[in-house]
């Protein structure tokens, strides 16, 4: 019977590091994302455990979930902790004795964080690869703060050559980091299957309201700064600069939700601002083929978070040194910029984040191999920027004109045809 060294080394006794709502609700973010139908894996589970209740919740009714216990007594607590869920979730879900029972599944979740040496996590990883079908999901925990050990450094070095996600999870006591690993490429089709994928570090302020990770790490800069301002001058009244500073700089970075078109034909813009240009063109970067272009400007006071305008794989991405001019003017086409290349169903498609006269950073999100649901966030630019989205001109037609005011993953700027 083969059980893998789960959560750390053999002969540790190190305590468990504990999995809390929110990285379970991570850890399963990949299954929830799928509408299915889609196969499951859980190893490592507890009965009533925060990652078991997170796979069960993502469960849809085409969906079949296995969970292997984290111990060889852990079955039987398991089969009574499903049964007790009902008939629906105990129709959907197995419990098996060991993972030498497990079919390949679609998403394999290790529901303990590993720990330990570096050569027990490559033993974990080898082992759990083997269990996801082609191209199919591996997620798993590592400590967010380095133990004295190797398997965080495993897990990262795997997961700079497999990796299609990384999530910092902050939230959890302690804090932990979640990778998802995509060990054979997956077809590009599936994507057209996902919904958005959760992103944790985007804090929510209301149920339409988040704020991006960026804008949390610098209004607390700006707390800082005044914190540091106010001890060293206290009579001063300089500290109210950066204190009042931090709530608008923290608003540039609003991540609102948004209702992203179910219509399979409609092409979303990839951010919010006002439309510079709509035209047909060829691209040296892209090969020979012509495409229709629609670029975007975004003022300081638009969303500056990105969405993928279409479903797809991210097959390339690049950056292109150049200037800083204002994003508004032709000049501009030879400004910074950060090409990301999706593989879909119509053609190839290209997102291209361009700075600005203000705007002097791209983050970018979405590492080569990862599958980005149509309306998903993928990265942001800081401060006034510009986009562009290139589409196969002969399979799409655009609806949008110059001047038209775009909301980024739900305004339609174009339709496949």
Not at 10 to 35: F, M, Y
Not at 162 to 181: A, E, F, K, M, Q
Not at 276 to 297: C, N, Q, S, T
């Given at each position: 019977?083969?059980?893998?060294?789960?959560?750390?080394?053999?002969?540790?006794?190190?305590?468990?590091?504990?999995?809390?709502?929110?990285?379970?609700?991570?850890?399963?973010?990949?299954?929830?994302?799928?509408?299915?139908?889609?196969?499951?894996?859980?190893?490592?589970?507890?009965?009533?455990?925060?990652?078991?209740?997170?796979?069960?919740?993502?469960?849809?009714?085409?969906?079949?979930?296995?969970?292997?216990?984290?111990?060889?007594?852990?079955?039987?607590?398991?089969?009574?902790?499903?049964?007790?869920?009902?008939?629906?979730?105990?129709?959907?879900?197995?419990?098996?004795?060991?993972?030498?029972?497990?079919d390949p599944a679609d998403v394999v979740i290790h529901a303990e964080a590993l720990t330990g040496s570096a050569e027990d996590a490559r033993e974990v990883l080898a082992g759990l690869a083997k269990l996801v079908t082609t191209g199919g999901v591996l997620a798993v925990v590592v400590p967010a703060t380095r133990l004295p050990s190797g398997a965080a450094d495993e897990v990262e070095r795997q997961a700079a050559l497999y990796?299609?996600?990384?999530?910092?999870?902050?939230?959890?006591?302690?804090?932990?980091?979640?990778?998802?690993?995509?060990?054979?490429?997956?077809?590009?089709?599936?994507?057209?299957?996902?919904?958005?994928?959760?992103?944790?570090?985007?804090?929510?302020?209301?149920?339409?309201?988040?704020?991006?990770?960026?804008?949390?790490?610098?209004?607390?800069?700006?707390?800082?700064?005044?914190?540091?301002?106010?001890?060293?001058?206290?009579?001063?009244?300089?500290?109210?600069?950066?204190?009042?500073?931090?709530?608008?700089?923290?608003?540039?970075?609003?991540?609102?939700?948004?209702?992203?078109?179910?219509?399979?034909?409609?092409?979303?813009?990839?951010?919010?601002?006002?439309?510079?240009?709509?035209?047909?063109?060829?691209?040296?970067?892209?090969?020979?083929?012509?495409?229709?272009?629609?670029?975007?400007?975004?003022?300081?006071?638009?969303?500056?978070?990105?969405?993928?305008?279409?479903?797809?794989?991210?097959?390339d991405y690049f950056v292109e040194d150049g200037g800083y001019a204002a994003a508004m003017k032709p000049e501009a086409e030879h400004n910074v910029a950060a090409y990301t290349l999706l593989e879909t169903a119509h053609g190839p498609v290209a997102v291209v984040q361009r700075t600005g006269l203000i705007a002097r950073r791209i983050v970018q999100r979405a590492p080569i191999g990862s599958l980005l649901a149509k309306g998903?966030?993928?990265?942001?630019?800081?401060?006034?920027?510009?986009?562009?989205?290139?589409?196969?001109?002969?399979?799409?037609?655009?609806?949008?004109?110059?001047?038209?005011?775009?909301?980024?993953?739900?305004?339609?700027?174009?339709?496949?045809?």
């Amino acid at each position: 019977m083969t059980q893998f060294p789960v959560g750390g080394t053999s002969g540790a006794s190190r305590r468990p590091i504990q999995i809390g709502d929110r990285a379970a609700r991570v850890l399963a973010s990949e299954l929830a994302r799928h509408s299915g139908p889609k196969t499951g894996l859980v190893i490592g589970a507890t009965a009533g455990s925060a990652a078991l209740a997170a796979a069960i919740d993502a469960l849809l009714p085409d969906d079949r979930l296995t969970v292997v216990g984290s111990g060889p007594d852990a079955a039987a607590a398991l089969r009574e902790h499903v049964e007790r869920q009902g008939r629906w979730v105990a129709e959907r879900t197995r419990v098996i004795d060991s993972v030498d029972a497990a079919d390949p599944a679609d998403v394999v979740i290790h529901a303990e964080a590993l720990t330990g040496s570096a050569e027990d996590a490559r033993e974990v990883l080898a082992g759990l690869a083997k269990l996801v079908t082609t191209g199919g999901v591996l997620a798993v925990v590592v400590p967010a703060t380095r133990l004295p050990s190797g398997a965080a450094d495993e897990v990262e070095r795997q997961a700079a050559l497999y990796g299609v996600g990384s999530d910092l999870v902050l939230r959890n006591v302690p804090p932990v980091r979640i990778h998802r690993l995509r060990h054979t490429p997956a077809d590009h089709a599936t994507a057209e299957s996902l919904l958005p994928a959760l992103r944790p570090s985007s804090v929510p302020l209301t149920r339409g309201m988040n704020i991006d990770s960026n804008g949390v790490a610098a209004a607390g800069i700006a707390l800082g700064l005044a914190a540091l301002a106010k001890a060293a001058r206290p009579k001063s009244k300089l500290w109210l600069v950066p204190a009042l500073a931090a709530a608008p700089v923290a608003a540039f970075f609003r991540d609102p939700q948004r209702d992203v078109p179910e219509d399979p034909r409609a092409v979303v813009a990839a951010s919010d601002g006002k439309v510079l240009g709509v035209e047909r063109m060829h691209d040296k970067r892209f090969g020979d083929i012509e495409f229709l272009r629609i670029a975007v400007f975004l003022s300081v006071l638009d969303v500056h978070v990105n969405r993928a305008p279409v479903a797809g794989k991210v097959i390339d991405y690049f950056v292109e040194d150049g200037g800083y001019a204002a994003a508004m003017k032709p000049e501009a086409e030879h400004n910074v910029a950060a090409y990301t290349l999706l593989e879909t169903a119509h053609g190839p498609v290209a997102v291209v984040q361009r700075t600005g006269l203000i705007a002097r950073r791209i983050v970018q999100r979405a590492p080569i191999g990862s599958l980005l649901a149509k309306g998903e966030r993928f990265g942001l630019i800081r401060f006034g920027s510009r986009t562009d989205v290139y589409l196969p001109a002969e399979r799409a037609t655009p609806v949008v004109a110059p001047g038209d005011r775009v909301v980024g993953g739900q305004t339609v700027i174009a339709t496949w045809h």
